[in-house]
């Protein structure tokens, strides 16, 4: 049982605000509990500053925070509703529930904490919370118990394998009672852009980067070349390297018993004659991730990347293939991954991993190459990422370098005293490797939408995927969840190219294409061949007369009737989409049923 002591420790609170309408109310006081490694909780009220009349902060000193704590958890006073009342509660990509349970709970993982801030619209609050600080170490939750409903962050603070190293910060947006998500997404947008500088429109980033405007006018698909057949369910995850014996290393958590599968391959060749048909078909502006094509294929042998892999013709062929997309006019740059490592890998060495506080190597998972171990990032940048990505260069790779996993997840610590480094610092060589990538192949990409290297993503290839696990996998506890906004695109739309859900990714049915205009998202294709040819070119037609707007701020998303949605932009331009069955009149415009229209600025 929980027992609970106040006042034991010292809080402090702090910080600049970032101006929105004034209103007068804001979060008065937040009851901080800190639960103990024993479990005893140190809870105490404190007061927030008033940084302007709609803003408050609370502030935590890391240096105050227990050596023994287990989480923190920080209960702003107004973040309650009940149910039946009017308002919502949003979080992270744009996940929205409604006041209309009498029990339940919703919580983020914090490894997925894409977006740190957390919302409530109530009679009592209508609110943004914008999170500052050991933003990889926390979640947010929402509960509801007899109706009544809390929403609040907690910080692992035993989980993070270091000390405290930031300060928590949260800053409290008060906003008048008309406002709803989409000015709550814009304060945050300002709030992020006042903090970073650096985070710049892409339309702004062509005059640095001379490849974007072509990498943002294309349509994007990806040509896998090479990987070894794995099935999750059935197949065992434990390689060994190649050329020595099944082997058992207890101390670091690895057991293997089988050689690896060689690689199933196309040859670079036959990617030379896709691209010939999707040019005679009037698939004129594309760019193209080339994936599978390093050594063991696609997540094969990581983080190995050289040679060329054999099996789809090797080196010099491979040039040829990017060579011959270049004379087509075609953009093509490569899929790396420097998260995961294999046992198979030829440059296999338990150092090479990320190490928990007692020594074991951390795993996330098993793909292609068996069980993935986490890449200590600290270790590889000048082991083999400095080393590699230039050699990648050199063979004609262009436009915007993908690394897989980067904005995926949060970045993995590593806690061997080697090559030690929290998850902060690993963000930091995150950065640097980003812009790496940026000075040799002209841009940077990744899988997600995590914003802690927003400044230096050009695309990534979904936001993330909570659609999927509500409407497709039935995920439990998306059920909690009552609708998805685009909270994520009224703040990057024009930041970061995009598309929206694994729902809206290859061909897809109307109502997952009506998803993907709505959220502004662009298509795109994880692989391509005679049969997805045609399906590919009505995507690409579609695209064609949406590309402009990839470069426009989304300036707002509203319902105007059930089902039907108003897209505006900052050029002036509206997309109205039809959900129903039945056919609707925008401002004298029919919208067909299941359909959609862009309306230009003069409507």
């Known amino acids: 049982?929980?027992?609970?002591?106040?006042?034991?420790?010292?809080?402090?609170?702090?910080?600049?605000?970032?101006?929105?309408?004034?209103?007068?109310?804001?979060?008065?006081?937040?009851?901080?509990?800190?639960?103990?490694?024993?479990?005893?909780?140190?809870?105490?009220?404190?007061?927030?500053?008033?940084?302007?009349?709609?803003?408050?902060?609370?502030?935590?000193?890391?240096?105050?925070?227990?050596?023994?704590?287990?989480?923190?958890?920080?209960?702003?006073?107004?973040?309650?509703?009940?149910?039946?009342?009017?308002?919502?509660?949003?979080?992270?990509?744009?996940?929205?529930?409604?006041?209309?349970?009498?029990?339940?709970?919703?919580?983020?993982?914090?490894?997925?904490?894409?977006?740190?801030?957390?919302?409530?619209?109530?009679?009592?609050?209508?609110?943004?919370?914008?999170?500052?600080?050991?933003?990889?170490?926390?979640?947010?939750?929402?509960?509801?118990?007899?109706?009544?409903?809390?929403?609040?962050?907690?910080?692992?603070?035993?989980?993070?394998?270091?000390?405290?190293?930031?300060?928590?910060?949260?800053?409290?947006?008060?906003?008048?009672?008309?406002?709803?998500?989409?000015?709550?997404?814009?304060?945050?947008?300002?709030?992020?852009?006042?903090?970073?500088?650096?985070?710049?429109?892409?339309?702004?980033?062509?005059?640095?980067?001379p490849l974007l405007e072509q990498v943002a006018k294309s349509f994007p698909v990806r040509m896998d070349f090479a990987r070894k057949h794995f099935n999750r369910k059935k197949d065992n995850a434990n390689f060994y390297q190649r050329g020595t014996k099944p082997w058992v290393d207890e101390k670091n958590g690895i057991k293997a018993d089988r050689e690896e599968r060689a690689p199933i391959s196309r040859h670079y060749s036959s990617g030379i004659a896709m691209m010939h048909k999707m040019k005679a078909i009037g698939l004129d502006d594309i760019f193209i991730c080339a994936s599978g094509f390093q050594d063991g294929g696609y997540d094969g042998r990581c983080p190995t990347t050289f040679p060329i892999c054999k099996e789809s013709g090797g080196e010099e062929e491979f040039k040829k293939y990017l060579a011959e997309g270049k004379k087509l006019g075609y953009v093509i740059d490569g899929h790396s991954n420097y998260t995961d490592a294999f046992t198979c890998s030829p440059d296999w060495s338990p150092d090479n991993i990320s190490k928990s506080p007692d020594g074991k190597l951390e795993l996330n998972g098993a793909w292609s190459g068996g069980k993935a171990y986490n890449l200590c990032l600290a270790n590889a940048y000048e082991k083999y990422i400095k080393r590699d990505l230039p050699k990648l260069a050199t063979l004609g790779l262009r436009g915007a370098h993908y690394i897989d996993v980067f904005t995926a997840v949060y970045p993995y610590r590593c806690c061997d005293p080697n090559h030690a480094g929290n998850r902060k610092q690993m963000a930091e060589i995150q950065d640097k490797i980003a812009q790496l990538c940026r000075d040799l192949f002209g841009g940077f990409a990744s899988e997600c939408g995590f914003d802690h290297i927003i400044d230096k993503v050009d695309y990534i290839n979904y936001v993330t995927a909570p659609m999927r696990a509500k409407y497709v996998y039935k995920s439990k506890g998306m059920q909690f969840v009552d609708k998805f906004v685009p909270f994520w695109e009224l703040v990057y739309h024009d930041i970061v190219l995009h598309n929206t859900d694994k729902v809206t990714q290859g061909t897809l049915n109307q109502d997952n294409n009506l998803i993907l205009v709505e959220f502004g998202g662009r298509p795109i294709y994880y692989g391509v061949n005679d049969n997805n040819l045609p399906h590919i070119k009505k995507a690409y037609d579609q695209y064609m007369k949406l590309r402009h707007l990839m470069l426009e701020e989304m300036l707002s998303?509203?319902?105007?009737?059930?089902?039907?949605?108003?897209?505006?932009?900052?050029?002036?331009?509206?997309?109205?989409?039809?959900?129903?069955?039945?056919?609707?009149?925008?401002?004298?415009?029919?919208?067909?049923?299941?359909?959609?229209?862009?309306?230009?600025?003069?409507?």
């Open 1 to 209: 049982m929980k027992k609970t002591i106040t006042n034991m420790i010292r809080w402090g609170a702090v910080l600049l605000a970032v101006l929105v309408p004034v209103v007068v109310n804001a979060i008065e006081s937040a009851t901080i509990n800190v639960v103990l490694k024993d479990n005893r909780v140190v809870s105490n009220v404190v007061n927030a500053t008033r940084i302007a009349d709609n803003t408050t902060q609370i502030k935590i000193l890391a240096k105050d925070i227990p050596a023994n704590c287990k989480y923190i958890e920080i209960f702003a006073d107004n973040a309650v509703a009940e149910k039946g009342q009017d308002g919502f509660w949003i979080m992270n990509r744009g996940l929205m529930g409604y006041f209309n349970k009498d029990n339940g709970k919703f919580s983020a993982s914090k490894k997925y904490m894409y977006l740190p801030y957390y919302a409530m619209k109530s009679p009592q609050e209508n609110f943004i919370a914008v999170i500052d600080g050991m933003r990889f170490e926390f979640n947010v939750n929402v509960e509801v118990v007899d109706g009544v409903y809390k929403m609040y962050p907690r910080w692992y603070i035993s989980d993070i394998g270091f000390a405290p190293y930031e300060d928590i910060v949260i800053t409290y947006y008060t906003l008048p009672k008309d406002a709803d998500y989409n000015e709550m997404a814009k304060i945050y947008r300002k709030h992020r852009f006042a903090q970073n500088p650096k985070i710049k429109p892409i339309k702004e980033r062509f005059k640095t980067q």
């Open 557 to 603: 998303h509203k319902e105007v009737a059930k089902y039907i949605f108003v897209v505006s932009y900052a050029n002036g331009e509206k997309v109205v989409v039809n959900k129903t069955k039945s056919s609707y009149t925008y401002n004298g415009v029919e919208i067909p049923a299941k359909d959609f229209r862009l309306i230009s600025a003069k409507k």
